[in-house]
């Protein structure tokens, strides 16, 4: 557990049992933001990043009830790594949407193949015209979860507004 704050263009973290790091922005390499939406309960964030020169990635994720000052430090520290020429993106992890798109593609594409083989067998015309609208549904799924899921480098900081908790003055 950490406290998370800014110190200049710093990004502090300090430890409940005494441990400090700062993150300078220019030190940044990568920084990569997402959420994920509840249904019940609070939705979950969380922000990696990479430093330049350090292998791995440090991974930030705030207490899902009380996010505290997580949204609006992560929201000026992005916005000073991206001045500094780093690279911000929005979205999971790339394996977490290949995850999500196998899953949800996957089962699509499989009853398609079951309908297909139905389709084969009968030969009826209505069970061709049943196979071509759920292949039209698994490619429309496919486009729109790459469209909406997969990660991407922000144009401009505030894209990463609708990913992190509300800023205090919207909460009134």
Same mark, same amino acid.
């Given at each position: ?12 973290? &300090? ?18 933001? &997402? ?42 520290? &992005? ?94």
């Amino acid at each position: 557990m950490a406290e998370i704050g800014l110190e200049g263009d710093a990004l502090i973290l &300090a430890g409940d049992q005494g441990g400090r790091l700062a993150i300078p922005a220019r030190e940044v390499e990568c920084i990569r933001i &997402a959420s994920s939406p509840a249904r019940y309960g609070s939705a979950s964030y969380e922000t990696r990043i990479w430093r330049t020169g350090t292998p791995g990635g440090l991974a930030i994720v705030p207490v899902p009830r009380a996010p505290g000052s997580y949204g609006p430090t992560m929201r000026n520290f &992005a916005g000073w790594v991206f001045a500094d020429g780093g690279v911000v993106i929005r979205g999971p992890s790339l394996a977490a949407v290949i995850v999500q798109m196998t899953w949800t593609v996957g089962s699509v594409t499989l009853v398609a193949v079951v309908l297909l083989g139905g389709a084969i067998v009968e030969g009826k015309w209505w069970m061709w015209l049943i196979e071509a609208f759920v292949v039209g549904l698994a490619i429309l799924l496919f486009v729109g979860l790459r469209r909406s899921y997969w990660p991407r480098r922000v144009s401009r900081p505030d894209q990463l507004d609708e990913l992190l908790p509300p800023r205090e003055e919207s909460r009134r």
